[in-house]
């Protein structure tokens, strides 16, 4: 009886560490290792944070292409538009004030949160309720995400539940032909 009670016990303490989720964070130095999909074409892209009081800037690496890109604080916690270039227009690009990369702002997250949607590029995206949906897997762990769809299109964005740096991990149909998959997270 003792050791059936032991089971027992192992089995629900094992069964609630893995229910819980990974939280990606960004610090200093993370790797960020994307699969993308550019109208037709497959590409790795590996993005390294450098967080500085003023930006977010991701040292963009993928076939060739080095570049800077650098995310206003502003846009961090404001932005409404999400940018999707790749680096080849210049070493060093400034994003407008109220673009992101690779993330939604602080603000859209809060709505999302709040209001179960959020409007960027002029679209609004709305909370997916289905369970099934809402997972994502990364180096075997299982990430804490918000799966979110499009209105007016079929555009799915697989967002980390992170206030701080709501990272999107996924994002399929895009009607751009620009989609992403964060296969692996590097800290520095």
Not at 48 to 58: M, V
Request: aromatic residues 8%; hydrophobic residues 40%.
């Amino acid at each position: 009886m003792k050791n059936t009670i032991l089971t027992i016990l192992f089995c629900g303490i094992f069964q609630m560490m893995s229910a819980q989720n990974f939280v990606p964070t960004i610090k200093n130095k993370t790797e960020l290792h994307y699969i993308c999909k550019l109208h037709g074409q497959t590409r790795t892209l590996t993005l390294t944070s450098k967080i500085t009081p003023d930006a977010l800037i991701f040292n963009l690496d993928t076939r060739d292409v080095n570049s800077n890109i650098i995310t206003k604080s502003e846009a961090l916690k404001n932005g409404n538009a999400l940018s999707y270039n790749q680096g080849e227009y210049a070493p060093v690009l400034n994003l407008k004030p109220n673009e992101t990369f690779f993330m939604i702002s602080q603000s859209a997250y809060q709505d999302l949160i709040k209001n179960n949607r959020f409007i960027y590029n002029n679209t609004t995206y709305v909370l997916d309720q289905n369970a099934d949906q809402n997972s994502i897997i990364i180096d075997g762990k299982a990430v804490d995400v918000l799966h979110v769809i499009a209105r007016i299109d079929e555009t799915e964005m697989w967002i980390v539940k992170n206030p701080e740096f709501p990272l999107i991990c996924k994002i399929s149909k895009n009607p751009l032909g620009i989609n992403w998959t964060l296969v692996k997270i590097v800290q520095k």
